[in-house]
């Protein structure tokens, strides 16, 4: 009977079905009532008590290795080219889903297109920096509440008696590449610098730990602030729509100088107010400046010679100004029924 069993077992990973008939002829053959194994269940009954454990485990295997083959069979038979040989080599393929960009990906892909339209190059660094990129260069004093008040994620830090050892840190905005470009390029620098920065945030639908950053830098001689403003309203228009008017409010960042704050006009209710613009005609979009004397000399650029501007704007929040989707927390999730709703060029 074992004999009998081993047998079957290798007869029916043989098992070959070009027809749905045939296969069905062959699920009878072995499983069907008046079937090969149900024949062997009937031998099993009259096995003496000590050698039924030992065969009864056996049968039950070949029982599922038959079941399974053939619903094998039956599924390869559905998707021809499997198993079977295709006969009609003009028969169209499988049509095969493409999949959509991040939201993410395709603002900041856009972003890109129109800065490199005005002769941007995109540059990159680290996302795990020292606090000299993100801060001091950048003119943040060492006791700066701003170090605070952005939340570091510390990945290395020194005490207080060993303050001439540099932190070591994840960015917290990618004006950190300014720096890095600064001290290995010379002007006319022309660049923007997407990336990832991080902040302890507590998570919520306005603020997330981890987050996308555009910065923009421009330097060489005789740059103003009127070219930045140019340049902006470029960016905005492109973005946004060619109707979008910009507005430039005073602001304080410790590496520009002076510094400010763009808005666009509300796009979702045209400027009549809304609760998205909080009722004031405006969204905040990015922040901007003219690079700080000080910043130049500290990553080696003769200021008397060059100026610059400089301005860093949120991916998330103008993916949330686009696609007026209002909860960060859905660009993080990566829920399928979400991410499935955008199409792109970029
Ligand atoms: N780094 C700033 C932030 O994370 C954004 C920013 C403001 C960048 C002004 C700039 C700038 O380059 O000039 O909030």
Redesign the pocket.
């Known amino acids: 009977m074992l004999e009998k069993i081993r047998e079957t077992e290798e007869e029916i990973s043989l098992l070959t079905a070009d027809s749905e008939e045939v296969l069905e002829e062959l699920r009878i053959k072995y499983l069907g009532k008046k079937g090969v194994i149900a024949s062997l269940f009937t031998q099993f009954r009259e096995l003496p008590p000590d050698a039924k454990r030992e065969t009864g485990q056996l049968l039950n295997n070949l029982k599922e290795k038959a079941s399974a083959r053939i619903v094998e069979l039956k599924n390869s038979l559905s998707r021809p080219g499997e198993s079977t040989i295709i006969d009609d080599l003009t028969r169209p393929g499988d049509i095969i889903p493409t999949g959509t960009r991040h939201p993410l990906s395709i603002v900041r892909n856009e972003i890109i297109s129109i800065f490199s339209r005005i002769g941007f190059t995109v540059s990159e660094g680290p996302e795990i920096e020292s606090d000299n990129n993100v801060f001091t260069r950048l003119n943040f004093p060492p006791e700066h509440p701003a170090r605070d008040m952005?939340d570091t994620f510390y990945i290395k830090r020194h005490s207080e008696e060993d303050s001439n050892i540099n932190d070591i840190l994840l960015r917290?905005?990618?004006?950190s590449v300014?720096v890095r470009v600064m001290e290995s390029e010379k002007p006319p620098i022309r660049t923007i610098s997407p990336g990832r920065?991080f902040r302890n945030e507590a998570i919520s639908a306005r603020a997330h730990c981890i987050f996308h950053?555009v910065?923009?830098?421009y330097i060489d001689t005789e740059v103003s602030f009127a070219d930045l403003r140019q340049t902006l309203l470029f960016f905005a228009r492109e973005m946004f729509g060619e109707d979008t008017r910009i507005r430039l409010r005073p602001s304080f960042?410790p590496?520009?100088e002076p510094?400010a704050e763009m808005d666009v006009n509300c796009t979702i209710c045209g400027g009549k107010g809304c609760n998205v613009c909080k009722y004031s005609g405006w969204l905040e979009v990015?922040?901007?400046?003219m690079?700080d004397p000080a910043v130049l000399e500290n990553c080696g650029i003769d200021s008397s010679l060059y100026t610059g501007?400089?301005?860093?704007?949120g991916i998330e929040r103008i993916a949330m100004l686009k696609y007026q989707v209002n909860d960060l927390r859905l660009y993080f999730e990566n829920d399928i029924r979400f991410l499935n709703q955008f199409s792109s060029a970029f």
């Not at 917290?172 to 004006?175: K, Q």
């Not at 990015?286 to 400046?289: H, Q």
Request: aromatic share 16%; proline share 0%.
């Open positions: 952005q917290t905005h990618t004006s300014q920065v950053q910065e923009g830098l960042f590496f520009t510094s990015l922040g901007c400046g690079v501007y400089a301005f860093g704007m």
